[in-house]
């Protein structure tokens, strides 16, 4: 079984661009989740959609965004890029509940 | 999170040797914990997990003990090798309602574990 993957692995961009990350979750999982890493801050949730739906949403500005097909499959979607957006973003994807399978992430660095 | 008290960034241990990670949880209505492995350039991988009306739990290596008193976790990883050099993150997490958690986790600092040959 194929795990959760991500696109682009790494990209780069300038301030005031945007990126769309797109996470395929393993097959036959529903819910996917995002998350955003940094040295500084750590792990951090940004938004979880479980059959098309936003059924959580961390504390970011709304330059974040996310969707969700109806293939399960997401993509989330950062405006306006800023420096400190520079991270690793990870996805993570579970049938319903239970444990969270992350994909390997897309880095992202604004220059 | 992780208090600043009790998180160690960087735990080196000898290869064979056993290893402690602590981690305190944030949350007193946590009710699910979970503690994650990430090599360098890849995704955080589900180690084991605990929840709430239980205090131990154990894997294959790895047992997990929860004090929910002091809002304390712990992963003890038995005769450490060099492949378990890594960061390792302890989670916590909400069960919502229908016993199902959701895919918001909230993580901690991470512990760096240095194995030593």
């Known amino acids: 079984k194929a795990g959760v993957t991500q696109t682009p692995r790494y990209l780069i961009k300038t301030r005031g661009q945007q990126v769309t990350l797109s996470c395929s979750p393993i097959?036959?999982?529903?819910?996917v989740s995002w998350y955003q890493q940094t040295p500084g801050q750590g792990l951090q949730f940004l938004f979880e959609?479980?059959?098309?739906?936003?059924?959580n949403k961390g504390n970011f500005p709304g330059r974040f965004s996310g969707r969700q097909f109806s293939n399960s499959r997401s993509e989330m979607n950062v405006s306006t890029l800023e420096l400190g957006d520079s991270a690793l973003y990870l996805c993570?994807?579970?049938?319903?509940?239970?444990?969270?399978?992350f994909g390997e992430g897309s880095r992202l660095t604004v220059l | 999170g992780e208090s600043v008290g009790l998180h160690l960034p960087t735990l080196s241990v000898q290869e064979g040797d056993n290893s402690i990670i602590n981690c305190a949880y944030s949350?007193?209505?946590?009710?699910?914990f979970i503690w994650y492995k990430q090599e360098s350039g890849k995704g955080p991988q589900f180690i084991i997990d605990?929840?709430?009306?239980?205090d131990k739990r154990q894997g294959q290596r790895v047992t997990v003990l929860l004090n929910k008193t002091v809002k304390h976790l712990s992963l003890q990883i038995a005769a450490t090798q060099p492949g378990d050099s890594a960061v390792y993150f302890c989670?916590?997490?909400?069960?919502?309602?229908?016993?199902?958690?959701?895919?918001?986790?909230?993580f901690g600092q991470g512990t760096t574990l240095q194995v030593k040959p």
């Open positions: 993570a994807s579970r049938p319903y509940s239970g444990e969270l399978f």
């Open positions: 949350n007193s209505a946590s009710d699910y």
């Open positions: 097959s036959g999982h529903r819910s």
């Open positions: 605990i929840r709430s009306n239980m």
């Open positions: 989670a916590e997490n909400m069960v919502g309602r229908g016993s199902s958690n959701t895919g918001k986790l909230i």
């Open positions: 959609y479980f059959s098309e739906t936003q059924r």
